[in-house]
C-alpha cells in the first residue's frame, strides 16, 4: 500500500479514537488568541453591562467561556487590568472584570470592552464611606428623633462639623449626617437632643468623584476626634463613635463607669453611671459635665484638648488661672488589648487614668 495513505489512514483512525489529534486542535485554538499588551490598574474601576444581549467573560486564553454577563445583571464588576488580545491580523481591547464578593475567583476572567460600562450599575447598593463634613451655610434637614421616630425639620448652623456615611445607590451617591456626633448642647438648641440623624440627601450624582455639593465639604478626621477601635476591622466602620469608657476593656458588666467622648462640632463631655451588658454600652441622656474645645494638638498617639473650665470627674492639668485655655487633658491611646485584630479593643490613658473604647448604644 502507498506509505502516504497508510499515514492519512492511521491519522484518521487516531481522530476517531479522540487522542493527540483532538488536543493539537485545542492547542491550535488557544494559540488563536494571545496577548500581546497588559495595563494593570492600582485601583479598581467599577464596570457593569447594561445590554440586553449576550456578553461573554472569558479565561485569559480566550478558550473558555466563564459565564454570560446578561445572566448576572445585579453583579458589580471591577476592573483590574486591560490588555490586547490579537487574532490573527485583528486585535481586541479586553478588561479582566473581577467580582469581590465572589471568593475563589471563579468569576474573574476577560470581557471586550464594548460590552462594558463605566461606573455603577442601577441594581447595585453599596460603597458605604465614613466621614466627616463642614457645612458651609445655615442648612435645613429633616432629622428623624430616636424617640418618636417623626421627621423634624431643623437648621444647623453654618460651621457646623458632623459625621456622616455616603454610599451608592440608584447609580447616584447618598448621603446622612449624624446628630449624634454632635454635642449635646447644639442638639439641644435645635430642639432635637435625641436625634439620630438627617434623612438622607443626594451628595452627588457622580458616582466615582463623590463631588460634594456647595453647601457642604468633606474634611478629614479634625484633631480632637479620639481614634476609636472596638473590635471592628470595616472599613466603614464608625470612627466618629468616639467615645472612651472609664477602666480598661476587661469591665466587670454590672460596674458603673464613666463615658468621655470628643464631639464632631469641638466639645468634650462625660457621663457617669454608664453600664454595659457585655456588648453595647449604655449612657444617660444628659452630660455630667461639657466644655468646649479651644485648641486641640495631635502627636503620634497622643491627643491634648484644651478649653476653659474644669471637666469635672476627669484628671485634667490647671494651666493658667484666664482665657479659654485654663485647662488641658491629655488622651493617649496604648493600643490593643490582643494580637488578634478582629477582636482588639483600644486602651487609653485619659489623664494619667485607664480608659478603653467601647461601643455605645444611642
Given at each position: 500500500m502507498n506509505k502516504f495513505l497508510i499515514k492519512v489512514m492511521?491519522?484518521?483512525?487516531?481522530?476517531?479514537?479522540?487522542?493527540?489529534?483532538?488536543?493539537?486542535?485545542?492547542?491550535?485554538?488557544?494559540?488563536?488568541?494571545?496577548?500581546?499588551?497588559?495595563?494593570k490598574y492600582a485601583t479598581k474601576t467599577p464596570f457593569y453591562y447594561a445590554g440586553k444581549g449576550n456578553a461573554y467573560m472569558w479565561n485569559k486564553t480566550h478558550t473558555k467561556k466563564i459565564l454570560n454577563l446578561k445572566n448576572h445583571p445585579g453583579t458589580q464588576w471591577y476592573r483590574s487590568e486591560s490588555v490586547i488580545m490579537q487574532n490573527g491580523s485583528k486585535k481586541g481591547v479586553y478588561y479582566k472584570?473581577?467580582?469581590?464578593?465572589?471568593?475563589?475567583?471563579?468569576?474573574?476572567?476577560?470581557?471586550?470592552?464594548?460590552?462594558?460600562?463605566?461606573?455603577?450599575?442601577?441594581?447595585?447598593?453599596?460603597?458605604?464611606?465614613?466621614?466627616?463634613?463642614?457645612?458651609?451655610?445655615?442648612?435645613?434637614?429633616?432629622?428623624?428623633?430616636?424617640?418618636?421616630?417623626?421627621?423634624?425639620?431643623?437648621?444647623?448652623?453654618?460651621?457646623?462639623?458632623?459625621?456622616?456615611?455616603?454610599?451608592?445607590?440608584?447609580?447616584?451617591?447618598?448621603?446622612?449626617?449624624?446628630?449624634?456626633?454632635?454635642?449635646h448642647e447644639l442638639?439641644?438648641?435645635?430642639?432635637?437632643?435625641?436625634?439620630?440623624?438627617?434623612?438622607?440627601?443626594?451628595?452627588?450624582?457622580d458616582v466615582l468623584k463623590r463631588t460634594a455639593p456647595s453647601y457642604l465639604t468633606a474634611l478629614s478626621q479634625p484633631d480632637y476626634v479620639v481614634d476609636n477601635n472596638t473590635g471592628g476591622v470595616s472599613k466603614s466602620y464608625s470612627i466618629w463613635k468616639n467615645q472612651l469608657i472609664s477602666g480598661s476593656s476587661d469591665v466587670i458588666w454590672s460596674s458603673k463607669m464613666t463615658m468621655l467622648r470628643t464631639t464632631t462640632d469641638g466639645y468634650v463631655e462625660t457621663y457617669d453611671n454608664v453600664t454595659?451588658?457585655?456588648?453595647?454600652?449604655?449612657?444617660?441622656?444628659?452630660?455630667?459635665?461639657?466644655?468646649?474645645?479651644?485648641?486641640?494638638?495631635?502627636e503620634g498617639n497622643t491627643i491634648v484638648l484644651y478649653y476653659a473650665n474644669h471637666l469635672a470627674g476627669i484628671s485634667d492639668e490647671k494651666i493658667g488661672d484666664s482665657g479659654d485655655?485654663?485647662?488641658?487633658?491629655?488622651?493617649?491611646?496604648?493600643?490593643?488589648?490582643?494580637?488578634?485584630k478582629y477582636t482588639a479593643i483600644d486602651n487609653y490613658l485619659v489623664g494619667g487614668q485607664e480608659y478603653h473604647a467601647g461601643f455605645v448604644g444611642y
Open positions: 492511521t491519522v484518521a483512525a487516531f481522530a476517531i479514537g479522540g487522542g493527540a489529534v483532538v488536543s493539537q486542535a485545542t492547542t491550535v485554538h488557544a494559540a488563536a488568541y494571545k496577548i500581546v499588551k497588559t495595563k472584570m473581577v467580582a469581590p464578593g465572589v471568593r475563589d475567583h471563579s468569576w474573574d476572567g476577560y470581557v471586550a470592552r464594548s460590552y462594558l460600562t463605566k461606573g455603577y450599575g442601577p441594581n447595585y447598593v453599596g460603597q458605604y464611606r465614613i466621614g466627616f463634613y463642614k457645612l458651609n451655610e445655615d442648612t435645613q434637614y429633616k432629622v428623624l428623633s430616636k424617640s418618636s421616630n417623626k421627621k423634624t425639620t431643623v437648621t444647623i448652623p453654618k460651621g457646623t462639623i458632623l459625621g456622616g456615611q455616603s454610599w451608592i445607590q440608584n447609580q447616584k451617591v447618598y448621603y446622612q449626617l449624624n446628630l449624634q456626633t454632635a454635642s442638639r439641644d438648641q435645635l430642639g432635637v437632643s435625641d436625634a439620630i440623624q438627617t434623612v438622607s440627601n443626594v451628595l452627588s450624582t454595659t451588658d457585655g456588648i453595647t454600652y449604655k449612657k444617660p441622656s444628659l452630660p455630667t459635665a461639657s466644655q468646649k474645645i479651644t485648641k486641640a494638638v495631635r485655655e485654663q485647662y488641658k487633658l491629655a488622651i493617649r491611646k496604648l493600643g490593643p488589648d490582643t494580637d488578634n
